[in-house]
């Protein structure tokens, strides 16, 4: 093994002291098995450090961790002052691929990770779904996949890093364009489970009901069905405002959206039993009489 003298020969593996390495300025991943991290230091205690570090160059003679990041952590637990290393001048495109075959080979890359990854390849490198395929020895349809999952709510993503939900729970939750509706189908599958075609039910049923509320059951005056009630006056369910029902709205809903207005109502009721305060005019009373 090569000592350091000067500027090291490219590919040469060499010693360089802890000190001398910055961690990664961009790591693939973004979660370490402390467990496992003991466990290896433990390794490297006995063993000492079988395959070497990849590093570059920077600044002031330092060097930043291109492949290796646990094998260096694990080194400052074991109390070593130098680890071996392969200085390599790669730039950042090429830095980010060697940490892509480090992490992909040693199949410790946390789902969540490698979305985000997918994610920056695609929107910051231009790579296409087929090449970022081929990087990670999938296909073009993963990696888009994994692309859609890049972009969902941090909550989301939190989930799927922690084991909580599948990255298939992820995709279709991401289905859905509302975070609102999202986070509360989230919310479910922590605290109830379920299963990817239920969570897929869920979206689909949801944007169901909003399609039919919009275009199915638009919104009508209550006048315009019943012509006999513009002089009818009536008390609006929200604001409590008084007015004639030729200016007020309705609007149908489906039975579950129907159920909660409903129950909005008869909380209403509760509180006040004049809700709806009809003053029929007399003439109309006189014909209801006949």
């Known amino acids: 093994?090569?000592?350091?003298?000067?500027?090291?020969?490219?590919?040469?593996?060499v010693e360089i002291p802890l000190e001398d390495l910055l961690e990664p300025s961009r790591d693939v991943r973004q979660t370490m098995d402390e467990e496992a991290l003991l466990e290896l230091a433990d390794s490297i205690k006995r063993l000492g450090i079988l395959n070497p570090l990849i590093v570059r160059p920077v600044e002031d003679g330092k060097y930043e961790i291109v492949a290796g990041h646990r094998r260096y952590i694990a080194a400052h637990i074991a109390g070593l002052e130098k680890v071996p290393c392969i200085v390599r001048n790669y730039n950042e495109l090429d830095t980010m691929i060697a940490r892509i075959h480090e992490n992909v080979k040693r199949e410790d890359l946390n789902p969540a990770d490698t979305a985000l990854l997918v994610k920056k390849m695609r929107d910051d490198h231009a790579y296409s779904y087929e090449e970022i395929g081929e990087f990670f020895g999938k296909s073009g349809t993963w990696a888009a996949k994994f692309y859609k999952i890049g972009g969902a709510d941090p909550e989301i993503l939190d989930a799927l890093r922690q084991g909580q939900i599948t990255p298939s729970h992820v995709d279709a939750l991401m289905d859905h364009p509302s975070r609102e509706k999202r986070l509360y189908f989230l919310k479910i599958l922590l605290d109830a489970g379920g299963s990817v075609k239920a969570v897929r039910m869920w979206v689909a049923q949801d944007l169901g009901y909003q399609e039919q509320i919009k275009?199915?059951?638009?919104?009508?005056?209550?006048?315009?069905?019943?012509?006999?009630?513009?002089?009818?006056?009536?008390?609006?369910?929200s604001c409590w405002q008084e007015t004639y029902l030729d200016q007020m709205y309705r609007v149908l809903l489906c039975p579950e959206c129907y159920e909660v207005f409903m129950n909005e109502i008869r909380q209403l009721h509760s509180q006040n039993?004049?809700?709806?305060?009809?003053?029929?005019?007399?003439?109309?009373?006189k014909c209801e009489d006949v």
């Open 1 to 13: 093994m090569e000592r350091r003298s000067g500027r090291e020969k490219e590919g040469a593996v």
């Open 215 to 237: 275009e199915l059951q638009p919104t009508r005056k209550v006048a315009d069905e019943k012509p006999y009630l513009r002089d009818i006056k009536g008390r609006c369910a």
């Open 273 to 285: 039993p004049r809700v709806m305060d009809y003053e029929i005019p007399e003439e109309r009373r």
